[in-house]
Antibody
Framework: QVQLQESGPGLVKPSQTLSLTCTVS??????????WSWIRQHPGKGLEWIGY???????YYNPSLKSRVTISVDTSKNQFSLKLSSVTAADTAVYYC???????????WGQGTLVTVSS | VIWMTQSPSLLSASTGDRVTISCRMS??????LAWYQQKPGKAPELLIY???TLQSGVPSRFSGSGSGTDFTLTISCLQSEDFATYYC?????????FGQGTKLEIK
């Protein structure tokens, strides 16, 4: 059974960089066939897809966030990470990591972590 | 970007009812559509993929239909555990996009 777990600071100051890590267990990121994804949900709102990384390091970002987003992978630790720069209060959200079957649907999700942007 | 219009945003129903949620695309996506259920404080869970294929372990009272631009999620004979928020999502193209969500509440 694949499990994903987000970790990182729950509070980030405006203009700083939000950094989260997703640790994958029960399966190897290096096995291929999956897009390792980040999705966020503003409080009380819907879901926004942020982007994905493949085990090889190739990425795709949502154009609405592309200028501020970096997703990276560490296959040795079976982790992938999200960095979002120049954050504002509008970036306050629950951030989820998830696994997308390559070119398909999201079949496993982390539990989510709330990140609040505030001074 | 493919835009999605999900309706209704709020649906009131009673246990035992049959309900339908609609998802309309701004362009055709064949059958590249998934439905998710989200309960308060929890991550979304996959219900249906390829528009009509039930994920393993999902009760048969859930069903999906449609292709192209119009899709439907139907829940027959609502159970208490079905009261939640439902999202559609297209995986035809990037960026992936979600519907706005339908909150299914007890009448």
């Amino acid at each position: 059974q694949v499990q994903l777990q987000e970790s990182g600071p729950g509070l980030v100051k405006p203009s700083q960089t939000l950094s989260l890590t997703c640790t994958v267990s029960g399966g190897s990121i290096s096995s291929g066939g999956y897009y390792w994804s980040w999705i966020r949900q503003h409080p009380g709102k819907g879901l926004e897809w942020i982007g994905y990384i493949y085990y090889s390091g190739s990425t795709y970002y949502n154009p609405s966030l592309k200028s501020r987003v970096t997703i990276s992978v560490d296959t040795s630790k079976n982790q992938f990470s999200l960095k979002l720069s120049s954050v504002t209060a509008a970036d306050t959200a629950v951030y989820y990591c998830a696994r997308e079957i390559e070119g398909s649907y999201l079949d496993y999700w982390g539990q989510g972590t709330l990140v609040t942007v505030s001074s | 970007v493919i835009w999605m219009t999900q309706s209704p945003s709020l649906l009131s129903a009673s246990t035992g009812d049959r309900v339908t949620i609609s998802c309309r695309m701004s362009q055709g996506i064949s059958s590249y559509l998934a439905w998710y259920q989200q309960k308060p404080g929890k991550a979304p869970e996959l219900l249906i993929y390829a528009a009509s294929t039930l994920q393993s372990g999902v009760p048969s009272r859930f069903s999906g239909s449609g292709s192209g631009t119009d899709f439907t999620l139907t829940i027959s004979c609502l159970q208490s555990e079905d009261f939640a928020t439902y999202y559609c999502q297209q995986y035809y193209s990037f960026p992936r996009t979600f519907g706005q969500g339908t909150k299914l509440e007890i009448k």
